[in-house]
């Protein structure tokens, strides 16, 4: 059985159908990348996964066999299923440990609270932000650092699987090569993901399985190399 299954999944604003009849499964263990040009619903397929801020119009959604669509967003979160956003997101005026704590104290594991604290700090020496930096306020950090701590704090969650929206925008050449790094040894943990990217050769190195969306609607999906080979994938992102 698959950890995540998408059956004819839907989501209008008015009359723009953002995500329209998508249908995939992510098998558990897996990288599974999602591309496709600017507006064409990677984000809002995330948001209606998770029910944040909303969930889907039509379609299902199984977690683990359990349909979530319409489910609010922190009982989807319980259930072992984070994310993380395109654009970094943190409370600036909290440290960086109190951020990662507000990650471990809410997760699917429910930990008790000497737990928290240690499966907070284990997150952000997982990704690099060593206990010099935790009593720093969140909002002191560069933007890869943000990126960062947004990751620690779904990881302290202990999800079982973790969507990552576009980690690699905005960062330097050198810092998209750690963040693809980081990604792997996420993975290597045992949490399955499901990533978003609108650079291809980002998702090439990573993913196991591609999926390309165009208008809200599946291009292609399969083999990566198959996938960005695929005449229609070439001319959704080279042509027009
Ligand atoms: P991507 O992440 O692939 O760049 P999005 O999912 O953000 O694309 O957007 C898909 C389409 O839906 C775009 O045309 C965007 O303008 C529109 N859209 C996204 N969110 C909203 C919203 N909350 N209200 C209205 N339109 C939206
Ligand atoms: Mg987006």
Redesign the pocket.
């Known amino acids: 059985m698959a950890l995540l299954e998408l059956d004819g999944v839907s989501k209008a ?1 008015g009359s ?1 159908k ?1 995500v329209d009849g998508v249908s995939f499964k992510v098998e558990a263990g897996e990288i599974f990348g999602i591309a ?1 040009p ?7 397929l995330f948001n209606v996964i998770t029910g944040i801020p909303f969930g889907p119009d039509r379609g299902t959604v199984r977690f683990d066999g359990t349909e979530i669509q319409g489910w609010r967003g922190h009982r989807i979160a319980r259930l072992g299923l984070a994310r993380t956003f395109q654009r970094e997101t943190s409370f600036d005026g909290l440290t960086v440990f109190e951020n990662a704590l507000m990650g471990s104290s809410f997760g699917a594991a429910s930990q008790p609270a000497a737990a928290a604290r240690e499966a907070a700090a284990e997150a952000l020496e997982f990704v690099g932000l060593g206990a010099e930096n935790f009593g720093r306020p969140a909002g002191e950090l560069s933007v890869f650092q943000r990126k960062c701590l947004m990751l620690a704090t779904a990881i302290a969650m202990k999800p079982r699987m973790l969507l990552l929206d576009e980690p690699a925008s905005s960062l330097t050449k050198p810092e998209i090569d750690s963040s693809i790094e980081l990604i792997r040894r996420t993975a290597a943990r045992g949490i399955t993901i499901l990533l978003i990217e609108h650079v291809l050769t980002f998702l090439m190195s990573l993913s196991q399985h591609l999926l390309v969306l165009n208008q809200g609607t599946v291009l292609a999906l399969g083999e990566p190399r198959a996938v960005i080979s695929d005449a229609r994938v070439v001319e959704a992102y080279l042509g027009t």
Not at 38 to 44: E, L, P, R
Request: proline share 0%; charged share 10%; net charge positive.
């Open positions: 604003f723009l953002a496709g600017n507006g064409s619903g990677k984000s809002t």
